[in-house]
């Protein structure tokens, strides 16, 4: 069993910086592909960011301000939040997705493709 713990969430201002970090522990060497996602009050959770065996896929919305990356052991996982906008505001959630499992899925950001979820990080952006 694999869980999830994220941190670093935060209040800052439209323009400023964040650094998430989501941390595996449990059967983590199962793990394959990791993501972010992000849901606001009132819209379906959506994906952000994700990598597999260094392979990384974006939202267009994040594309060039945000930066998936991993720790060499892969059980860290961040994202660099740059150049926040009042729309990027949400509760950000790490998943992993692990076997049986569609890597074109995982990689092209299909919630249905991640088995486990952490419990969420708030990023909140002031104008």
């Known amino acids: 069993q694999v869980r999830l713990v994220e941190s670093g969430g935060g209040s800052v201002q439209a323009g400023g910086s964040l650094r998430l970090s989501c941390v595996a522990s449990g059967y983590t060497s199962s793990i394959v592909c990791m993501g972010w996602f992000r849901q606001a009050p009132g819209k379906e959770r959506e994906g952000v960011a994700t990598?597999?065996?260094?392979?990384?896929n974006y939202a267009d919305s994040v594309k060039g301000r945000f930066t998936i990356s991993q720790d060499n052991t892969k059980t860290t996982l961040y994202l660099q939040l740059n150049g926040l906008k009042s729309e990027d505001p949400a509760m950000y959630y790490c998943?992993?997705?692990?076997?049986?499992?569609?890597?074109?899925?995982?990689?092209?950001?299909?919630?249905?493709?991640?088995?486990?979820w952490g419990q969420g990080s708030q990023v909140t952006v002031s104008s």
């Open positions: 990598i597999l065996n260094r392979h990384t």
């Open positions: 998943a992993a997705a692990y076997p049986p499992y569609d890597s074109s899925s995982c990689l092209n950001l299909v919630r249905t493709s991640y088995k486990t």
